[in-house]
């Protein structure tokens, strides 16, 4: 009995456990004080919103991404200026080994003959060998051009020029690496901020569908309304999933522009580097920080590397607001925040800017010019370098004398079977008449050669011309722009929430409330894209202008 009677209080107690647990409304705080417009506690007894949660027992990946730290990077890391130094390094060899004929040559000449038959006279009743069997020469010769009419020397010159061509050839590169790591960064910031304003925009759904769940208990609104907000949540959520698509495509471009796309790690940090400058990348140091920061690097970059398989990527400051019900994030990363300010348009180069310096090939010039961009100076320096190996080429049909010098042992001695030391001196002169029109014709190549160069100049300066002030109008319209982006921002922030107090009072439907959220996050999203656009044209204008140091 007593058995029966403790049985019957368990399912009693059970029972009244149960309806208290359906019955009592679910509880959520949802606080975006820091992230939108609306601050309020608000309790639902219908549907469960989504919170933000923490990631924090998740295996995320984290990665801050500085603006200079990530064209330092690309620089660094980008395979373009890396072949680009390699061909500079053979061009400053080859150089090298056409200056080294204005010097003496001094070479070691030996040689070794067997003479099977040896030459005899005879003299009375005596014949004499003149010579020997084996026979040899040892001794440093040394040799040098006293006189060319100036070819080896306009040769050298040639080779000087191509050289700096090369280097202006590298910078020009350099100038593309950082411009497109620039532009893709800026591209990286504008889906984050589209990623946030969605988001932002979720959290503000989710707190007026709280607040809609509330009035329709209330009988105020109706279950359309509540369908309505539902669906509206539904968009924000398919929007926030196609922004975080967006937004890995442009953080994918960026990572493997600074070279997180392959495991081999970034380098020692010693790229470009001058001999001389300082000791930072001598061979202790670079042993040194190896060995501290190996470890570290290379698993950074491995996890890196791994999730790019699977990346999915949200701006460090939206990870704690994420969320629940959306795919959940892997990879975390803190972005510097670079904004348009208001005088910005003053620290932009002149509309009046002209990209002066005109040339020619054919006024047979040996100076180097200073212009405002590589590209110009590169094809100026080929363009001279081949006038100068023309000239070369030209002076090839002039007599040439070349001064000899010789000191060695030889051997035998004429009749004598002995060695004996043997000075000699003496000038060569050499006069070429005839040789079937090669010295003309390769004159005449290098000379078409330097004109194809000074056209691709005279191209490369219009080009660049039309495209700085295609950038400079478009800055001035992209500020215009910017003001009314602006203005619309306020006056939509101001007419949304001003639409959802009328709806709260009965005087419009949720239809308009749903419109009006919309169009604010269009302007919002517009006034970023402008901005984007700015710091962007700032970076074409830059690349147009700027020399690379």
Request: aromatic share 8%; with cysteine; charged share 25%.
């Amino acid at each position: 009995m007593n058995f029966l009677g403790r049985y019957l209080l368990f399912f009693r107690f059970s029972c009244i456990a149960s309806i208290i647990f359906f019955a009592l409304p679910s509880f959520a705080l949802v606080d975006i004080s820091n992230h939108g417009h609306i601050s309020h506690v608000v309790i639902s007894s219908v549907v469960r919103p989504t919170v933000p949660h923490n990631f924090g027992t998740s295996k995320m990946v984290s990665l801050t991404l500085k603006f200079n730290s990530a064209i330092e990077k690309a620089v660094a890391n980008s395979h373009r200026i890396k072949m680009a130094d390699n061909d500079l390094f053979s061009t400053e060899a080859r150089a090298a080994a056409i200056r080294s004929q204005l010097y003496p040559k001094l070479i070691l000449d030996a040689g070794y003959k067997y003479l099977s038959n040896i030459p005899e006279i005879k003299i009375g009743n005596n014949t004499q060998k003149l010579g020997d069997n084996n026979n040899y020469t040892v001794g440093p010769t040394l040799s040098y051009t006293l006189l060319d009419f100036g070819s080896i020397k306009k040769s050298s010159e040639s080779a000087e020029f191509w050289v700096r061509g090369k280097k202006n050839e590298r910078d020009a590169i350099q100038n593309d690496v950082s411009t497109l790591t620039k532009i893709t960064y800026f591209k990286v910031q504008l889906a984050a901020q589209k990623l946030r304003l969605v988001l932002d925009s979720l959290i503000l759904g989710q707190t007026q569908k709280e607040d809609i769940d509330q009035r329709y208990r209330a009988g105020v609104s109706s279950a359309l309304d509540v369908m309505l907000a539902n669906k509206q949540l539904l968009d924000f959520k398919l929007k926030l999933l196609e922004s975080q698509t967006s937004f890995t495509e442009e953080l994918t471009d960026l990572l493997y522009l600074i070279g997180y796309g392959y495991t081999q790690g970034h380098g020692d940090g010693c790229v470009g580097h001058n001999e001389g400058s300082d000791n930072s990348c001598d061979s202790e140091n670079r042993n040194r920080n190896r060995n501290e920061n190996e470890n570290e690097n290379e698993n950074e970059n491995e996890n890196i590397v791994n999730q790019l398989k699977n990346l999915k990527p949200v701006e460090s400051s939206l990870l704690s607001l994420w969320p629940m019900d959306v795919s959940r994030p892997n990879f975390s990363v803190t972005l510097d925040i670079l904004d348009v300010p208001n005088d910005f348009v003053r620290d932009l180069p002149s509309s009046s800017m002209k990209f002066s310096k005109n040339f020619s090939a054919n006024d047979n010039k040996v100076s180097y010019p200073h212009l405002n961009h590589p590209r110009l100076n590169m094809y100026e320096n080929y363009s001279l370098s081949l006038v100068s190996s023309a000239d070369s080429a030209k002076k090839e049909n002039w007599p040439k004398l070349v001064l000899t010098g010789r000191s060695s042992i030889d051997y035998p001695n004429n009749t004598k079977l002995e060695s004996f030391n043997q000075n000699m001196i003496g000038v060569a002169l050499t006069f070429p008449i005839f040789d079937g029109g090669r010295v003309g014709y390769l004159q005449l190549q290098k000379i078409n050669e330097a004109n194809y160069y000074e056209e691709q100049f005279a191209s490369m300066k219009n080009e660049l011309q039309r495209e700085l002030d295609k950038a400079l109008s478009k800055k001035e319209l992209l500020f215009s722009e910017l003001k009314i982006a602006r203005e619309g921002v306020d006056e939509s922030e101001k007419i949304a929430t001003l639409i959802y107090k009328t709806y709260k009072s009965g005087k419009v439907n949720y239809l308009d409330v749903q419109n009006s959220n919309l169009r604010l996050l269009e302007w919002k999203v517009q006034l970023a894209l402008i901005k984007t656009q700015i710091l962007m044209q700032n970076a074409t204008i830059e690349s147009m202008t700027a020399v690379v140091r």
